[in-house]
């Protein structure tokens, strides 16, 4: 990768290269007393990396093996806690993975589920190890209304609002629903990744998924080389911003992975630039093995260039949030775009959406005006926006 990449993981403050340490190898206690990383700790700070990144579980499954006079009392129960709440909740979400496993298939709608339990049995080997928050499914957009009547049916509520002319199929790829007793979220995809993205259609994904043996009713998942490039686009999307995408391709790329699939796949969908990007932050930060194959990826310029933008995310601890509303991130995530792909990120751009409807509302039979009316529209927000700032 050269100097400067180098140059940029030592300048990470040493609370973060800590955690990259442990989370790299097979952490004993000759390792950590060795290591200089270990003084001068900021102990309170190392734990809110850990949260932050979202890896507190197997943090805690590599510490508890080592002498735990090495670490502060206080930093192991903390682990301890975060380590029990996550175990449970993935239980939790395993059980409701498969009450809508089993809902959606005696409604004849075909589900494969992106993340949350299947991916940590699969990648980790136990769901204890992998954080998830909620479940991300993917289905034919032509089963969309149906699917909403069943979960809300069942107890979830939708989250967030219905846009102009159905522009949130065009702009968004998923809706969220919320089920307010049992708290959980759970996301209804009909694209993996936002337009204008290349991606393989529900169907050949469908023909290439997985049995999980997380649940005794039968529940899929996606293939291996399908779930490595879903992740690769996720993590990508989001600037690497936390290093537990980076361990779910590290395990992927150290289990092994088919280089020619990826490479028909990778033709196909354009994007060998960010599973570059994705091997060079691994193999620097995570000492994952590399292939012959995915080298070459990884000396690719672009693929270079990348990596070191995505340093950047992975070393703030901001909120996603927050990062997501930086011009920084929005011009890290037009560098991941191909001409292509830009040139119809500009045409969706004059698509009318919820903004629109938000300055000027209209009745239902009138919102084919909102597209004559959005540069106006989007032009009154800016102006708006400024004087606001100056008040």
Not at 41 to 63: C, E
Not at 71 to 99: D, G, H, W
């Amino acid at each position: 990768m050269g100097n400067n990449f180098s140059h940029d993981i030592d300048l990470m403050s040493k609370e973060l290269r800590l955690l990259l340490e442990i989370l790299k190898r097979d952490v004993d206690s000759t390792q950590l007393i060795k290591s200089e990383l270990f003084n001068e700790i900021d102990w309170n700070q190392f734990l809110h990396l850990v949260w932050h990144h979202r890896v507190y579980s197997i943090i805690y499954s590599k510490l508890k093996k080592v002498d735990e006079k090495l670490f502060p009392p206080q930093v192991i129960q903390a682990l301890y806690q975060e380590y029990k709440k996550n175990t449970f909740r993935m239980l939790l979400l395993s059980a409701e993975m498969e009450k809508i496993g089993e809902l959606f298939a005696d409604n004849k709608i075909p589900l494969l589920f992106l993340k949350g339990p299947v991916i940590a049995a699969d990648l980790f080997g136990d769901i204890s190890l992998r954080t998830s928050r909620d479940l991300d499914v993917l289905i034919p957009i032509k089963n969309l209304e149906y699917a909403e009547k069943l979960l809300l049916n069942f107890g979830y509520e939708r989250e967030g609002e219905v846009g102009v002319l159905n522009e949130w199929k065009w702009r968004d790829y998923h809706v969220s629903y919320y089920h307010p007793q049992r708290d959980i979220h759970i996301e209804v995809h009909w694209r993996l990744q936002r337009r204008p993205s290349k991606e393989p259609n529900f169907f050949d994904l469908w023909e290439r998924k997985r049995l999980s043996l997380v649940t005794s009713y039968p529940v899929y998942f996606l293939g291996k080389e399908d779930l490595f490039l879903y992740l690769v686009s996720h993590g990508a999307r989001h600037g690497w911003f936390r290093l537990r995408w980076l361990l779910d391709i590290d395990k992927i790329l150290r289990n092994g992975i088919n280089i020619e699939k990826i490479n028909l796949l990778m033709k196909a969908y354009q994007n060998h630039h960010i599973v570059g990007q994705a091997t060079i932050l691994t193999s620097q930060l995570l000492n994952t093995p590399i292939t012959n194959g995915m080298q070459v990826l990884a000396n690719r310029k672009r693929s270079k260039k990348l990596a070191q933008k995505a340093l950047y995310f992975i070393k703030v601890t901001e909120t996603l949030e927050i990062i997501m509303s930086t011009k920084n991130y929005k011009r890290y995530l037009f560098s991941l775009k191909t001409n292509l792909q830009r040139f119809f990120f500009f045409l969706i751009s004059f698509y009318p959406g919820k903004a629109d409807l938000k300055t000027l509302m209209l009745p239902k039979h009138l919102h084919i005006l909102y597209f004559p009316l959005r540069p106006l529209l989007k032009t009154w927000r800016v102006i708006r926006k400024s004087v606001q700032e100056r008040m």
